[in-house]
């Protein structure tokens, strides 16, 4: 079984929203998805509650009260709560694989530098397939160049940009995701390192 970690001690930097879409991808693809909730507010477990019974199932799992996954799924995606204890974390991701939403501010970029160190002080950069991901970045703007500076300085795979849209917003309301729209209507979800590079915004 193949289990996916978001984690970021930061409040509101996206891991909710990453982890509902990977889920939602994954099960699109065909594979049996248990979408485990670390954090009681139930976030990814609510989303799950609400999605239509006509499109491809997801396993929600109130991980904070069980603690238990069986090995019946073929992927299970992780919502971390925020201040996720490092020990704690350490002992779930081994093996597996660790991804961290970054936000283009002044907060979260320093909130993420401390968390890389303490990762880094636990040992479980070099020992776990960890990377990053650029969220809510509004191309236009000198913190998306500040974030793309930060991010091009860690020694660890940036594997994604996501725009700042209300796309996210939309779909995680009426309990799907962008895998389950037309393609047209999220075309640049999320979007392109090259967009990025040429610090041009997407046309809708």
């Known amino acids: 079984m193949r289990q996916i970690f978001l984690a970021n001690p930061k409040g509101g930097c996206g891991k909710s929203t990453l982890s509902i879409h990977l889920a939602s991808y994954y099960a699109k693809l065909g594979y049996s998805v248990a979408l485990c909730d670390h954090d009681p507010q139930s976030s990814s477990v609510d989303w799950v509650k609400c999605r239509p019974a006509n499109l491809t199932p997801i396993q929600g799992i109130e991980f904070f009260k069980h603690n238990i996954l069986t090995n019946r799924?073929?992927?299970?995606?992780?919502?971390?709560?925020?201040?996720?204890?490092?020990?704690?974390?350490?002992?779930?991701i081994k093996g597996h694989q660790l991804l961290i939403p970054v936000l283009p501010s002044p907060t979260d970029i320093r909130a993420c530098v401390r968390f890389l160190m303490a990762l880094n002080r636990a040992n479980l950069v070099?020992?776990?397939?960890?990377?990053?991901?650029?969220?809510?970045?509004?191309?236009?703007?000198?913190?998306?160049?500040?974030?793309?500076?930060?991010?091009?300085?860690?020694?660890?795979?940036?594997?994604?940009?996501?725009?700042?849209?209300?796309?996210?917003?939309?779909?995680?309301?009426?309990?799907?995701?962008?895998?389950?729209?037309?393609?047209?209507?999220?075309?640049?979800?999320?979007?392109?390192?090259?967009?990025?590079?040429?610090?041009?915004?997407?046309?809708?």
């Open 126 to 204: 070099q020992d776990n397939n960890i990377a990053l991901i650029a969220n809510r970045v509004v191309v236009r703007t000198n913190f998306a160049k500040v974030l793309m500076a930060f991010l091009s300085s860690v020694n660890l795979p940036l594997i994604g940009y996501l725009r700042d849209t209300q796309n996210y917003v939309r779909t995680i309301n009426a309990g799907v995701s962008i895998f389950d729209l037309p393609a047209q209507s999220v075309s640049f979800d999320p979007v392109s390192y090259t967009h990025l590079r040429a610090h041009e915004t997407p046309e809708h």
């Open 73 to 92: 799924f073929d992927v299970a995606i992780h919502d971390m709560p925020a201040a996720c204890d490092i020990e704690d974390l350490s002992k779930r």
